[in-house]
Protein backbone atom coordinates (compact mmCIF):
# COMPACT_ATOMS: atom_id res chain seq x y z
CA UNK A 1 0.00 0.00 0.00
CA UNK A 2 1.16 3.45 -0.86
CA UNK A 3 1.25 6.42 1.43
CA UNK A 4 -1.85 8.76 1.33
CA UNK A 5 -1.67 11.36 -0.98
CA UNK A 6 1.24 9.44 -3.64
CA UNK A 7 -0.25 9.85 -6.46
CA UNK A 8 2.52 9.15 -8.66
CA UNK A 9 2.07 5.55 -7.09
CA UNK A 10 -1.55 5.27 -8.25
CA UNK A 11 -0.19 6.53 -12.00
CA UNK A 12 1.82 3.79 -12.21
CA UNK A 13 -0.75 1.12 -11.56
CA UNK A 14 -3.60 3.19 -13.26
CA UNK A 15 -0.32 2.97 -16.36
CA UNK A 16 0.50 -0.95 -15.89
CA UNK A 17 -3.22 -2.11 -16.41
CA UNK A 18 -4.23 -0.23 -19.50
CA UNK A 19 -2.80 -3.61 -21.45
CA UNK A 20 -5.76 -5.57 -21.51
CA UNK A 21 -5.83 -7.83 -24.78
CA UNK A 22 -8.91 -9.65 -24.35
CA UNK A 23 -10.54 -6.23 -24.20
CA UNK A 24 -11.73 -3.94 -27.64
CA UNK A 25 -8.46 -3.50 -29.27
CA UNK A 26 -6.24 -4.04 -26.47
CA UNK A 27 -6.43 -0.96 -23.93
CA UNK A 28 -8.67 0.20 -21.14
CA UNK A 29 -7.54 3.66 -22.33
CA UNK A 30 -10.39 4.95 -24.31
CA UNK A 31 -12.99 3.64 -21.81
CA UNK A 32 -11.13 5.13 -18.90
CA UNK A 33 -10.97 8.61 -20.75
CA UNK A 34 -14.92 7.89 -21.04
CA UNK A 35 -15.25 7.72 -17.74
CA UNK A 36 -13.41 10.26 -16.66
CA UNK A 37 -15.27 12.69 -18.91
CA UNK A 38 -18.74 11.17 -18.05
CA UNK A 39 -17.98 12.20 -14.43
CA UNK A 40 -17.14 15.56 -15.01
CA UNK A 41 -19.60 16.38 -17.45
CA UNK A 42 -23.02 16.52 -15.94
CA UNK A 43 -21.35 20.26 -14.93
CA UNK A 44 -24.00 22.47 -14.91
CA UNK A 45 -22.38 25.97 -14.16
CA UNK A 46 -25.34 27.85 -13.25
CA UNK A 47 -26.26 26.08 -10.33
CA UNK A 48 -23.20 24.63 -9.87
CA UNK A 49 -24.84 20.77 -9.97
CA UNK A 50 -22.99 17.80 -10.83
CA UNK A 51 -19.52 17.18 -12.43
CA UNK A 52 -16.62 14.94 -10.41
CA UNK A 53 -16.61 15.34 -7.21
CA UNK A 54 -19.01 12.84 -5.49
CA UNK A 55 -18.05 9.93 -7.83
CA UNK A 56 -21.59 9.34 -8.52
CA UNK A 57 -21.18 6.75 -10.74
CA UNK A 58 -21.13 4.74 -7.91
CA UNK A 59 -24.52 4.69 -7.23
CA UNK A 60 -27.76 3.66 -9.92
CA UNK A 61 -29.28 7.19 -10.73
CA UNK A 62 -25.95 8.13 -12.67
CA UNK A 63 -24.45 4.61 -12.86
CA UNK A 64 -27.65 3.16 -14.38
CA UNK A 65 -28.10 6.47 -17.18
CA UNK A 66 -28.40 4.89 -20.27
CA UNK A 67 -25.73 7.51 -21.56
CA UNK A 68 -23.52 5.75 -19.13
CA UNK A 69 -23.55 2.00 -20.64
CA UNK A 70 -20.64 0.58 -20.79
CA UNK A 71 -18.33 2.58 -18.37
CA UNK A 72 -18.89 -0.31 -15.53
CA UNK A 73 -15.90 -1.98 -17.36
CA UNK A 74 -13.45 0.96 -16.97
CA UNK A 75 -14.72 1.09 -13.44
CA UNK A 76 -13.88 -3.01 -12.73
CA UNK A 77 -10.69 -2.56 -15.07
CA UNK A 78 -9.62 0.46 -12.14
CA UNK A 79 -10.26 -1.71 -9.20
CA UNK A 80 -6.96 -3.04 -8.83
CA UNK A 81 -5.36 0.33 -8.53
CA UNK A 82 -7.97 1.26 -6.15
CA UNK A 83 -6.94 -2.04 -3.75
CA UNK A 84 -3.52 -1.10 -3.83
CA UNK A 85 -4.27 2.45 -2.81
CA UNK A 86 -7.28 2.13 -0.52
CA UNK A 87 -6.55 6.06 0.40
CA UNK A 88 -7.40 7.16 -2.69
CA UNK A 89 -11.51 8.57 -3.58
CA UNK A 90 -12.93 7.01 -6.93
CA UNK A 91 -13.67 10.50 -7.40
CA UNK A 92 -9.77 11.12 -8.06
CA UNK A 93 -9.08 7.87 -9.52
CA UNK A 94 -11.47 7.99 -12.26
CA UNK A 95 -10.36 11.17 -13.35
CA UNK A 96 -7.05 10.78 -12.72
CA UNK A 97 -7.58 7.44 -15.00
CA UNK A 98 -8.08 9.74 -17.91
CA UNK A 99 -5.57 11.83 -17.89
CA UNK A 100 -2.95 8.98 -17.56
CA UNK A 101 -4.75 6.91 -20.21
CA UNK A 102 -4.08 10.36 -22.34
CA UNK A 103 -0.65 10.21 -21.29
CA UNK A 104 -0.06 6.47 -21.94
CA UNK A 105 -1.73 6.09 -25.19
CA UNK A 106 0.65 9.08 -26.83
CA UNK A 107 -1.36 12.46 -26.00
CA UNK A 108 -0.44 15.29 -24.06
CA UNK A 109 0.58 15.91 -20.49
CA UNK A 110 -2.75 16.40 -18.89
CA UNK A 111 -2.91 19.21 -15.59
CA UNK A 112 -4.41 17.03 -12.93
CA UNK A 113 -4.76 18.06 -9.35
CA UNK A 114 -6.40 15.79 -6.30
CA UNK A 115 -8.46 16.11 -3.48
CA UNK A 116 -12.30 15.46 -4.64
CA UNK A 117 -13.88 13.43 -1.90
CA UNK A 118 -16.22 10.41 -2.43
CA UNK A 119 -19.23 12.77 -0.46
CA UNK A 120 -22.01 13.04 -1.71
CA UNK A 121 -24.18 16.23 -1.65
CA UNK A 122 -27.55 15.38 -2.79
CA UNK A 123 -27.89 19.08 -3.14
CA UNK A 124 -25.41 18.88 -5.87
CA UNK A 125 -26.87 16.07 -7.56
CA UNK A 126 -27.36 16.26 -11.70
CA UNK A 127 -30.48 14.82 -13.04
CA UNK A 128 -29.92 12.59 -15.87
CA UNK A 129 -29.93 13.75 -19.96
CA UNK A 130 -26.72 16.45 -19.25
CA UNK A 131 -24.78 14.35 -21.56
CA UNK A 132 -24.90 15.01 -25.06
CA UNK A 133 -26.37 13.12 -27.78
CA UNK A 134 -24.54 11.89 -30.92
CA UNK A 135 -27.52 11.57 -32.99
CA UNK A 136 -28.51 15.68 -32.94
CA UNK A 137 -27.11 18.89 -34.61
CA UNK A 138 -24.44 22.30 -33.67
CA UNK A 139 -27.71 23.42 -31.03
CA UNK A 140 -27.64 20.52 -28.90
CA UNK A 141 -23.59 20.76 -28.50
CA UNK A 142 -23.77 24.43 -27.93
CA UNK A 143 -26.93 23.97 -25.78
CA UNK A 144 -25.08 21.04 -23.58
CA UNK A 145 -21.34 22.39 -23.73
CA UNK A 146 -21.59 26.07 -23.18
CA UNK A 147 -23.99 24.96 -19.96
CA UNK A 148 -20.36 23.73 -18.77
CA UNK A 149 -18.77 26.57 -19.31
CA UNK A 150 -16.94 25.75 -22.76
CA UNK A 151 -17.20 28.17 -25.66
CA UNK A 152 -16.86 26.78 -29.39
CA UNK A 153 -12.98 26.46 -29.81
CA UNK A 154 -13.04 23.78 -26.81
CA UNK A 155 -15.96 21.99 -28.16
CA UNK A 156 -13.88 21.57 -30.95
CA UNK A 157 -11.08 20.35 -29.33
CA UNK A 158 -12.70 18.22 -26.87
CA UNK A 159 -14.39 16.21 -29.65
CA UNK A 160 -10.79 15.39 -30.68
CA UNK A 161 -10.73 12.39 -27.99
CA UNK A 162 -12.97 10.48 -30.72
CA UNK A 163 -9.59 9.78 -31.91
CA UNK A 164 -9.82 6.95 -29.11
CA UNK A 165 -11.74 3.82 -28.68
CA UNK A 166 -15.12 2.96 -30.61
CA UNK A 167 -18.95 2.98 -30.45
CA UNK A 168 -20.23 -0.43 -29.38
CA UNK A 169 -24.19 -1.06 -30.84
CA UNK A 170 -24.98 -2.49 -27.31
CA UNK A 171 -23.77 0.49 -25.25
CA UNK A 172 -24.90 3.64 -27.45
CA UNK A 173 -26.23 1.92 -30.66
CA UNK A 174 -23.44 3.36 -32.85
CA UNK A 175 -20.90 1.06 -34.30
CA UNK A 176 -17.40 1.61 -35.42
CA UNK A 177 -14.40 3.23 -34.38
CA UNK A 178 -13.35 7.24 -35.75
CA UNK A 179 -9.82 5.85 -36.93
CA UNK A 180 -7.27 3.07 -37.92
CA UNK A 181 -5.26 2.92 -34.69
CA UNK A 182 -7.98 4.03 -31.90
CA UNK A 183 -5.48 3.51 -28.90
CA UNK A 184 -2.75 6.40 -30.03
CA UNK A 185 -4.24 9.38 -29.40
CA UNK A 186 -2.89 11.81 -32.35
CA UNK A 187 -5.42 14.60 -34.49
CA UNK A 188 -6.07 11.97 -37.16
CA UNK A 189 -9.94 12.45 -36.34
CA UNK A 190 -9.47 15.92 -37.74
CA UNK A 191 -7.96 14.74 -41.06
CA UNK A 192 -10.17 12.11 -41.03
CA UNK A 193 -13.63 14.39 -41.11
CA UNK A 194 -11.85 16.78 -43.87
CA UNK A 195 -10.36 14.00 -45.95
CA UNK A 196 -12.81 11.39 -46.46
CA UNK A 197 -16.23 11.10 -48.30
CA UNK A 198 -18.58 10.66 -45.26
CA UNK A 199 -22.06 9.40 -46.28
CA UNK A 200 -25.02 8.64 -43.85
CA UNK A 201 -25.80 4.84 -43.10
CA UNK A 202 -29.13 3.34 -41.22
CA UNK A 203 -27.76 0.50 -38.78
CA UNK A 204 -30.03 -2.69 -38.34
CA UNK A 205 -30.94 -0.66 -35.35
CA UNK A 206 -32.52 2.08 -37.19
CA UNK A 207 -29.47 4.05 -35.82
CA UNK A 208 -28.10 6.69 -38.39
CA UNK A 209 -24.13 7.59 -38.48
CA UNK A 210 -22.03 8.27 -41.08
CA UNK A 211 -19.43 6.05 -42.70
CA UNK A 212 -16.64 6.28 -44.77
CA UNK A 213 -16.82 3.65 -47.86
CA UNK A 214 -13.81 2.79 -49.96
CA UNK A 215 -13.42 -0.90 -52.01
CA UNK A 216 -10.20 -0.51 -51.41
CA UNK A 217 -10.06 -0.59 -47.37
CA UNK A 218 -11.35 -3.07 -45.40
CA UNK A 219 -12.64 -1.65 -42.54
CA UNK A 220 -14.89 0.79 -42.21
CA UNK A 221 -14.64 3.99 -40.28
CA UNK A 222 -17.48 5.79 -38.37
CA UNK A 223 -18.60 9.43 -37.58
CA UNK A 224 -20.99 10.59 -35.52
CA UNK A 225 -24.07 13.31 -36.55
CA UNK A 226 -22.18 15.46 -33.82
CA UNK A 227 -18.91 14.80 -35.61
CA UNK A 228 -19.76 16.07 -39.04
CA UNK A 229 -20.83 18.97 -37.55
CA UNK A 230 -18.12 20.14 -36.59
CA UNK A 231 -16.97 20.45 -40.52
CA UNK A 232 -20.42 22.08 -41.27
CA UNK A 233 -20.80 24.92 -38.37
CA UNK A 234 -19.41 27.79 -39.81
CA UNK A 235 -17.63 28.65 -36.05
CA UNK A 236 -16.88 25.09 -35.66
CA UNK A 237 -14.74 24.76 -38.81
CA UNK A 238 -11.78 26.50 -38.74
CA UNK A 239 -10.85 24.73 -35.68
CA UNK A 240 -10.84 21.65 -37.13
CA UNK A 241 -8.95 23.14 -40.05
CA UNK A 242 -6.30 24.32 -37.43
CA UNK A 243 -6.07 21.24 -35.18
CA UNK A 244 -6.25 18.83 -38.58
CA UNK A 245 -3.11 20.77 -39.92
CA UNK A 246 -1.17 21.60 -36.63
CA UNK A 247 -1.11 18.70 -34.11
CA UNK A 248 0.63 20.73 -31.67
CA UNK A 249 -2.05 23.20 -31.79
CA UNK A 250 -4.33 20.37 -31.22
CA UNK A 251 -2.23 19.07 -28.53
CA UNK A 252 -1.44 22.14 -26.14
CA UNK A 253 -5.81 22.99 -26.52
CA UNK A 254 -6.84 19.87 -25.83
CA UNK A 255 -4.21 19.25 -22.63
CA UNK A 256 -5.51 22.44 -21.49
CA UNK A 257 -9.36 22.17 -22.00
CA UNK A 258 -9.26 18.47 -20.65
CA UNK A 259 -7.67 19.84 -17.41
CA UNK A 260 -10.56 22.21 -17.47
CA UNK A 261 -12.72 19.28 -18.01
CA UNK A 262 -11.82 17.35 -14.94
CA UNK A 263 -12.19 20.27 -12.44
CA UNK A 264 -15.75 21.65 -13.41
CA UNK A 265 -17.33 22.38 -10.04
CA UNK A 266 -14.30 22.24 -8.00
CA UNK A 267 -13.13 25.28 -5.98
CA UNK A 268 -9.84 25.17 -4.39
CA UNK A 269 -7.70 27.56 -2.13
CA UNK A 270 -4.72 29.09 -2.78
CA UNK A 271 -2.83 25.04 -1.04
CA UNK A 272 -5.10 23.70 -3.85
CA UNK A 273 -7.22 21.97 -1.29
CA UNK A 274 -11.22 22.21 -2.17
CA UNK A 275 -13.39 24.29 -0.33
CA UNK A 276 -16.53 22.99 -1.69
CA UNK A 277 -16.97 19.86 -0.55
CA UNK A 278 -17.23 18.06 2.99
CA UNK A 279 -13.77 16.95 3.40
CA UNK A 280 -14.33 14.83 6.99
CA UNK A 281 -16.76 13.12 5.08
CA UNK A 282 -15.26 10.04 2.86
CA UNK A 283 -12.09 12.26 1.57
CA UNK A 284 -8.52 12.59 1.07
CA UNK A 285 -6.76 15.91 1.28
CA UNK A 286 -3.15 17.15 2.22
ZN1 LIG B 1 -17.58 10.61 -26.81
N1 LIG B 1 -18.81 9.15 -27.43
N2 LIG B 1 -19.02 12.01 -27.17
N3 LIG B 1 -16.40 12.08 -26.01
N4 LIG B 1 -16.20 9.25 -26.35
C1 LIG B 1 -18.51 7.81 -27.50
C2 LIG B 1 -17.29 7.23 -27.21
C3 LIG B 1 -16.21 7.91 -26.70
C4 LIG B 1 -20.25 11.79 -27.75
C5 LIG B 1 -20.85 10.53 -27.93
O1 LIG B 1 -22.19 10.46 -28.17
C6 LIG B 1 -20.12 9.30 -27.85
C7 LIG B 1 -16.69 13.41 -25.92
C8 LIG B 1 -17.76 14.04 -26.51
C9 LIG B 1 -18.83 13.37 -27.11
C10 LIG B 1 -14.96 9.50 -25.81
C11 LIG B 1 -14.52 10.70 -25.27
C12 LIG B 1 -15.22 11.88 -25.35
C13 LIG B 1 -19.63 7.09 -27.97
C14 LIG B 1 -19.68 5.59 -28.15
C15 LIG B 1 -20.63 8.00 -28.21
C16 LIG B 1 -22.01 7.67 -28.76
C17 LIG B 1 -20.09 4.92 -26.83
C18 LIG B 1 -20.15 3.42 -26.96
O2 LIG B 1 -21.01 2.94 -27.72
O3 LIG B 1 -19.35 2.75 -26.31
C19 LIG B 1 -20.86 13.05 -28.08
C20 LIG B 1 -22.20 13.29 -28.74
C21 LIG B 1 -19.98 14.03 -27.70
C22 LIG B 1 -20.17 15.48 -27.92
C23 LIG B 1 -19.22 16.23 -28.44
C24 LIG B 1 -15.69 14.08 -25.13
C25 LIG B 1 -15.74 15.56 -24.76
C26 LIG B 1 -14.78 13.13 -24.78
C27 LIG B 1 -13.54 13.26 -23.95
C28 LIG B 1 -12.86 14.39 -23.87
C29 LIG B 1 -14.17 8.29 -25.86
C30 LIG B 1 -12.72 8.16 -25.42
C31 LIG B 1 -14.96 7.29 -26.42
C32 LIG B 1 -14.60 5.84 -26.70
C33 LIG B 1 -15.03 4.96 -25.56
C34 LIG B 1 -14.72 3.51 -25.77
O4 LIG B 1 -15.30 2.71 -25.02
O5 LIG B 1 -13.92 3.15 -26.63
Not at 54 to 83: C, S, T
Not at 111 to 117: F, H, V
Not at 252 to 261: I, R, S, Y
Request: with cysteine; hydrophobic share 35%; aromatic share 10%.
Amino acid sequence: MSQKGDFEAVRKDIAKLLHQPEYDDGSAGPVLVRLAWHSSGTYDAETDTGGSNGAGMRYEHEGGDPANAGLQHARVFLEPAKAAHPWITYADLWTLAGAVAIEEMGGPTIPWNGGRTDYVDDSKLAPRGRLPDGAKGADHLRWIFYRMGFNDQEIVALSGAHNLGRCHSDRSGFEGAWVNNPTRFSNQYFRLLLSLQWKKKTLKNGVQQFVNYDEDSETELMMLPTDIVLTQDKAFRPWVELYARDKDRFFEDFAKVFAKLLELGIQRDERGVITNTDNEKGGYHS
